[in-house]
């Protein structure tokens, strides 16, 4: 099957020194979902933003559809992978919805009809349809969670990013993201500290400590039970509690 | 202490119900109108002063909460006071003349002779008025206007797009400058800081360098999060919408520019 993404020995360090990722090498195939887990600070972000073309001065290569990263104009490379950041409010600065979502399809030269229907499609499929005149800033915190993935969706990017989609939202807002997560149809990477989360969009994990990767594979595999212990522990606790209610 | 664009946009009030691009014509109209108004024509700096408090009771912007933020302008109001005052403890009319009593009138302060002039006076009571006029006429418009709505009127009267932008991120930033100032004053209550002694100055300045450094950091967020949907230096934001004028605004728009040429040329 053809790769999306190809990572060979990626390490990166802070301007400090510190070693945010060491030798990271994986690979995503096309319409693949990779949930990444580990433990704060363990390089997950970083791994996200080095995909994103943000951070300079890493080793290794990042290939995208054969090509590297570096090779491509930032408009070439934002068209085929992009990111929703953690914090919505970050990523958020229109005056409406409506211009948040079609600020992307403007700028990468759409014109006014093909961005207005765009912008319809997306919102439909997230949901926010109605929230098309609203002010961003005086959404709720769910609302805006998916408002920030209508706006990357729309481009329609080959490989999208989310960093900790799941955070800080209800179960029904999670369910709704769940479903947008799902029906997106290209590769995805997910970093979250939500197994619940991970468990419904994913069945490959990437367990990350100390910026280097302990495991590579399916959830259900006897590996995590060796190189992931904490994990499936807290995996088999959620289990028990849901088999409690 | 401050008024926030379309901070009352939302009152019932007359002037809420202007087309935006006419409220802008006049934030510009208005102050142009007060700074050629020549000094003598104190009457005419008054009765724009009017104009600007009738527009304020039209916009329903509550009056208590309208005084309670005038208070910086304080110091600009109380040195027109002294003189007037003055002029009246010498037994003088407002709007002086040069046969009046108080003219050329000496006082030694500390040694230091200042000399109060009628024309002086009037140039005085004159840029008062036209200064209330000006603040109050742009702080109803912008106040009670959506911010939206006002980047849109921009728009119409053909601001560069750049300019737009650049006012709409702007508007952004500050937002989230207040927005972190109000988390950071909460987090100090929480934790019972009362500002006491000098140290305190220190935990003052390193509570604004981290509002200043927060809302740098959303930011370059926001930049990177632009960068990354495409977005160059330069290129065309999307135009924003303003609804065609009303009869009600033209209505509006003529009173309004009648009176205040009556004011110029008649009085």
């Known amino acids: ?245 | 202490m401050h008024f926030k664009i379309d901070e009352f946009h939302s009152e019932p009030g007359f002037i809420q119900k202007i087309n935006p691009a006419v409220k802008l014509g006049f934030i510009f109209l208005i102050p142009a109108v007060c700074a050629i108004i020549p000094a003598e024509k104190v009457g005419a700096s008054f009765l724009i002063a009017l104009l600007s408090l009738i527009l304020l009771k039209f916009s329903k912007i509550p009056l208590r909460i309208f005084l309670k933020r005038m208070i910086p302008m304080t110091p600009f109001l109380l040195y027109p006071f002294i003189l007037i005052i003055h002029a009246f403890i010498y037994g003088h009319n407002l709007f002086m003349s040069e046969t009046a009593s108080i003219y050329n009138k000496t006082i030694d302060l500390f040694g230091c002779r200042i000399e109060f002039m009628a024309s002086e006076i009037s140039l005085a009571i004159n840029l008062l008025l036209k200064s209330l006029a000006t603040v109050n006429t742009v702080i109803v418009f912008t106040a009670a206007t959506r911010f939206k709505s006002l980047s849109g009127a921009l728009k119409i009267f053909m601001f560069p797009d750049y300019f737009i932008m650049v006012f709409s991120s702007t508007w952004r930033y500050l937002e989230a400058l207040v927005n972190e100032i109000l988390i950071m004053r909460t987090a100090t209550e929480f934790k019972f800081f009362r500002p006491a002694n000098i140290f305190s100055v220190k935990t003052f300045s390193m509570i604004f360098g981290s509002i200043f450094l927060r809302s740098l950091r959303k930011a370059e967020m926001n930049n990177i999060s632009m960068k990354f949907r495409g977005y160059k230096t330069g290129n065309a934001v999307r135009a924003k919408s303003c609804a065609p004028a009303a009869g009600s605004d033209a209505v509006f728009s003529l009173i309004t520019i009648i009176f205040m040429a009556f004011a110029c040329f008649f009085i």
């Not at chain 1, 053809?2 to 400090?16: R, T, V």
């Not at chain 1, 070439?76 to 992307?104: G, H, R, S």
């Not at chain 1, 594979?217 to 209610?245: M, T």
Request: negative net charge.
């Open chain 1, 1 to 245: 099957m053809q790769l999306a993404l190809e990572i060979k020995n990626l390490s990166y360090a802070f301007e400090d020194g510190t070693e945010a990722l060491r030798d990271v090498s994986f690979s995503l195939k096309k319409s693949e979902t990779l949930a990444v887990m580990g433990p704060n600070g363990a390089g997950k972000s970083t791994l996200l933003w080095l995909l994103m073309g943000a951070f300079k001065g890493f080793s290794g290569s990042i290939n995208v559809r054969g090509s590297n990263i570096c090779g491509l104009s930032g408009k070439e490379l934002y068209k085929t992978i992009n990111l929703v950041f953690q914090n919505p409010e970050n990523q958020m600065f229109c005056d409406t919805v409506e211009d948040e979502i079609a600020f992307a399809p403007d700028n990468f030269g759409a014109g006014a009809e093909a961005s207005r229907e765009a912008v319809e499609e997306t919102a439909a499929i997230l949901g926010v349809s109605d929230l098309l005149r609203k002010e961003p800033q005086h959404l709720s915190f769910g609302q805006k969670k998916r408002v920030a993935l209508a706006s990357v969706l729309v481009i329609k990017p080959e490989i999208l990013l989310l960093d900790e989609p799941s955070s800080n939202l209800d179960f029904s807002s999670k369910e709704k993201l769940v479903a947008a997560v799902n029906g997106f149809g290209g590769s995805k990477i997910i970093v979250t500290q939500d197994i619940q989360f991970a468990l419904s969009v994913s069945e490959r994990l990437i367990y990350i400590t100390n910026g280097i990767i302990i495991y590579d594979g399916p959830f259900k595999s006897p590996d995590l039970k060796l190189k992931c212990p904490d994990l499936l522990r807290e995996i088999i606790d959620l289990r028990e509690k849901i088999s409690e209610i």
